[in-house]
Structure formats: C-alpha cells, structure tokens
C-alpha cells in the first residue's frame, strides 16, 4: 500500500512538471499573419508545446494562405543546437502587403558562455507582376526577446505589432529583398550565449497585382565551429531548389 501511494505522489509530481513545462512553451511559439494595408490578421500560439503551428484561409485581400511554423521540440537537438522553420503558399487578389512572423523562445541548447553560429536560409518563388517584392530576415536575440505580437485572435482587426527588441542579431543584415522569379540566400552571424535565447523570422510582401508566392525560412543555431560547413550546405541546397524549381516552371 505504502509502494502505491509512493508511485501515485509520484505520478502526481510528473504531471505538475509536465504541465509547467508545456505551460513555458505554450506562451513562446507564436504566428502572426496580416494583411498591414487593410488592418486585417491573426495570431495563433502553440498552447499543446507539439512544436507545430498551422493556419489554412484567407487574410483580408489575400485570398489563399496555407502557413506552417515548426520549432522545438519537433525541430532542433540533433543535428544542430536549435531551430525555427517558416514555410508559406500565399495568393493575393489583388495589390497589397502581406506580412507573417514567427518566433519562438527558451532555447537553451549551447552553454552558457559558448560563442554559437546561427544560420538562416531561404528559397522560393514569386510569381507577379513587375514591382512586387518579398523580403526576408530571421534573428536571434541572446536575452530571449521576441517582438509583442498581440493576443491571440481569430481573423479580423489586428492592432500594431511590437518593433524588433534590442540586441536582436540578424542573420541577413538588413534583410534580402526579391522580384519576381525563383530566389535563395544564405547568411548568419555569431552570438554569445549567456542563457535561454529567442529566434524569431518575418516575411513582408507587397505586390502590384495578382500574384503567388512559396517559400521556406529556416534558421538554426549551431556550435561556430560549425557554422562554415552548415553555410555551405545551406546555400548548395537553396541552389538545388532554385534550379529544379526553374526546371519545373519551363
């Protein structure tokens, strides 16, 4: 009887810290979609910690949206210290501006006091008229700042989203801008790491017109002795994509 009892507190315990764990994850993996010109979006936050968040509709003038954002603990802890994924399919009916964030906090993998390597990479397509563009960027933040996206909300009015918090590093400088056509890139920096860091990511694009855009971000965080080989791979594979992506178009 005492055995049972003993295995019942037990089980009691595990549940409780199973139940802080998800609950410092819950308030970390957010998506933000939004249409800026119309004032139009969502916010969605992983509240099951599964490391996946979806959303399938439309957002205001853009009339097609599948978005996937994939984190930790589906991504990252293997092969690389950590990792963020953004992947979207948009169609736009007409001219505006589309912008999707992700991010995601508590990464802890690398210790305390490492010098570490995080990478971002890109590639996709854009189909559209002439003037259109996408940008990309993704950051790291050593203090485990992310930008304030506003609660969580179905489609509709969306207020202000927050600017991008100091001492934010960018693995594509000013970020990477793109016309119509297939497009890759590949960059990174160096961070210090002093504790739980943050990645975040955002995509923005504005089109003159009808048009389809695809495209996948990733961004890791590697040991830095690392981080050449991973570029490296990084940008062979992005390369890759583009030209069968070109192959297939023709």
Same mark, same amino acid.
């Given at each position: 009887?005492?055995?049972?009892? =003993?295995?019942?507190?037990?089980?009691?315990?595990?549940?409780?810290?199973?139940?802080?764990?998800? @609950? *410092? =994850? *819950?308030?970390?993996?957010? &998506?933000?979609?939004?249409?800026? #010109?119309? $004032?139009?979006?969502?916010?969605?936050?992983?509240?099951?910690?599964?490391?996946?968040?979806?959303?399938?509709?439309?957002? $205001?003038?853009?009339?097609? %949206?599948?978005?996937?954002?994939?984190?930790?603990?589906? &991504?990252?802890?293997?092969? %690389?210290?950590?990792?963020?994924?953004?992947?979207?399919?948009?169609? @736009? $009916?007409?001219?505006?501006?589309?912008?999707?964030?992700?991010?995601?906090?508590? =990464?802890?993998?690398?210790?305390?006091?490492?010098?570490?390597?995080?990478?971002?990479?890109? #590639?996709?397509?854009?189909?559209?008229?002439?003037?259109?563009?996408?940008?990309? %960027?993704? /950051?790291? %933040?050593?203090?485990?700042?992310?930008?304030? &996206?506003?609660?969580?909300?179905?489609? #509709?009015?969306?207020?202000?989203?927050?600017?991008?918090?100091?001492?934010?590093?960018?693995?594509?400088? @000013?970020?990477?801008?793109?016309?119509?056509?297939? =497009?890759?890139?590949? $960059?990174?920096?160096?961070?210090?790491?002093?504790?739980?860091?943050?990645?975040?990511?955002?995509? +923005?694009?504005?089109?003159?017109?009808?048009? +389809?855009?695809?495209?996948?971000?990733?961004?890791?965080?590697?040991?830095?002795?690392?981080?050449?080989?991973?570029?490296?791979?990084?940008?062979?594979?992005?390369?890759? /994509?583009?030209?069968?992506?070109?192959?297939?178009?023709?």
């Amino acid at each position: 009887m005492k055995r049972l009892c =003993y295995f019942q507190k037990l089980a009691l315990v595990l549940m409780v810290l199973m139940g802080f764990s998800a @609950a *410092a =994850y *819950a308030d970390s993996f957010r &998506l933000r979609i939004e249409d800026v #010109g119309a $004032g139009v979006g969502t916010v969605v936050t992983d509240i099951s910690a599964s490391g996946v968040i979806a959303f399938n509709g439309a957002i $205001g003038g853009f009339i097609v %949206n599948v978005t996937t954002g994939l984190s930790k603990p589906v &991504l990252g802890g293997a092969n %690389n210290l950590a990792e963020l994924d953004l992947n979207s399919v948009n169609v @736009a $009916g007409g001219a505006g501006t589309l912008r999707i964030t992700l991010e995601d906090t508590d =990464y802890l993998l690398g210790g305390d006091g490492n010098q570490l390597a995080f990478l971002g990479t890109v #590639g996709g397509t854009l189909t559209a008229p002439a003037l259109s563009t996408v940008t990309f %960027n993704t /950051w790291v %933040n050593p203090d485990d700042l992310v930008p304030a &996206l506003g609660p969580d909300q179905a489609v #509709g009015a969306i207020g202000a989203i927050g600017g991008i918090p100091a001492g934010s590093l960018a693995a594509f400088g @000013a970020g990477v801008t793109f016309g119509p056509g297939a =497009y890759s890139a590949a $960059g990174g920096t160096n961070f210090l790491k002093t504790g739980p860091y943050s990645l975040f990511s955002q995509f +923005t694009l504005v089109t003159t017109g009808r048009d +389809t855009v695809s495209f996948d971000l990733n961004s890791q965080v590697v040991p830095e002795p690392s981080s050449m080989i991973l570029l490296g791979m990084g940008l062979i594979g992005v390369a890759a /994509w583009s030209r069968r992506k070109v192959s297939k178009d023709s």
